[in-house]
């Protein structure tokens, strides 16, 4: 049986056998709604729906919900049957706390029982998807944006950034200025977020952005419930707080120049194979002009250098940017464990959650 690889974000979980060329199996909502027992409630119209964020920017905050999930996913989802649980590969966002990589990996050993499990961070991973092992990130997640710089395999801790701002914090803006211009109309945050996927989209620089000021071409959108709403700047306003933070009310660097920023610190020699080999990853970055406007920006902070995005190999599917982590996880997958790199149950017994900082980095 194939290793399975999960990649469990703030939106949506992916998981799915090792299968470096194919979508994961399972993408679904991490969010999870809170079932009431029958009798659990006397009066059902007093019922309000409760829901449950396992994962909170990137991190597991909920252990019991997480399990949940897991469980569902494993054994409903994959076919996993309980005695025969097999192996099993996690991603790691950046900067993941010890005591959550030791929780996960403690929970993995001592309630799923699996015979192997291994993590490995999503930057890493993100590279090898596009057949890198040395290059840098922007990923824009649902909660966070990371920006790591990879030398051989290796995360340059020192020289990583991570922002709590994210496709979350967009789409809160997009319904705080549709709000402006839509008084009379209320729309659920759900439907905000299509409303995002649909429209928003990157100027080609700040000048054009500016100019969406006095001209802007309107557009009719009909809600599922009838309304009319009108959408006009906010949909280039979405896109411009990537690079102009204050939108968002933060005193920081767009991204281009947070990414140059960190670039800087690794030590000079290793400049040029980071700027070379730029991936972008995550949800966000398929925003329309997104791509565009990233790279107008880059040439305009590196006069001297050139840099270039990596573009993913034909033979990956389409929409790898929003999967690289978990295809580069399967790719992993295929080496860790057939060359017993893996954390095995023994060992585990052996030394106990702590293993997972020595053998898995």
């Not at 659990?40 to 309000?48: K, L, N, T, V």
């Not at 309630?111 to 596009?130: D, I, K, P």
């Amino acid at each position: 049986m194939e290793a399975v690889v999960v990649d469990a974000g703030s939106k949506l979980l992916k998981a799915g056998f090792a299968a470096p060329d194919q979508d994961p199996a399972m993408i679904i909502p991490t969010k999870m709604k809170c079932v009431v027992e029958e009798g659990d409630m006397e009066d059902s119209s007093a019922f309000e729906e409760v829901t449950v964020d396992p994962v909170v920017r990137g991190f597991i905050k909920d252990w019991d919900a997480m399990e949940d999930l897991l469980r569902h996913v494993l054994y409903t989802g994959l076919g996993w049957e309980i005695g025969e649980e097999g192996q099993i590969l996690f991603t790691d966002p950046l900067n993941t706390p010890k005591v959550v990589r030791e929780q996960l990996v403690q929970m993995m050993f001592e309630t799923f029982n699996v015979s192997g499990f291994y993590a490995s961070e999503q930057a890493v991973l993100s590279l090898y998807a596009v057949g890198r092992i040395s290059g840098c990130t922007v990923d824009i997640g649902h909660g966070k944006i990371d920006i790591a710089p990879v030398c051989e395999g290796a995360v340059q801790h020192i020289a990583s950034k991570r922002f709590e701002i994210g496709g979350i914090d967009l789409t809160n803006l997009l319904a705080q200025e549709l709000r402006k211009t839509n008084p009379q109309v209320q729309i659920d945050i759900n439907e905000i977020e299509k409303l995002k996927e649909q429209y928003a989209c990157c100027a080609e620089d700040q000048s054009s952005f500016d100019s969406t000021l006095n001209s802007c071409q309107k557009e009719k959108h009909v809600l599922p419930d009838g309304q009319v709403i009108t959408i006009e700047r906010e949909r280039y306003i979405v896109g411009e707080a990537l690079f102009q933070p204050s939108i968002l009310g933060l005193e920081e660097y767009g991204i281009v120049e947070q990414l140059f920023r960190s670039i800087t610190i690794v030590a000079p020699e290793l400049h040029r194979q980071l700027i070379d080999n730029i991936v972008l990853c995550g949800g966000t970055t398929s925003m329309a002009g997104f791509e565009e406007r990233f790279q107008r920006e880059a040439v305009l902070c590196s006069s001297s250098v050139r840099p270039s995005l990596v573009k993913p190999p034909e033979y990956m599917p389409e929409n790898l940017p929003s999967n690289s982590a978990w295809m580069g996880g399967a790719i992993l997958a295929k080496v860790v464990f057939p060359q017993n790199q893996h954390i095995t149950k023994a060992e585990y017994d052996e030394t106990g959650p702590a293993i997972v900082h020595r053998k898995c980095f």
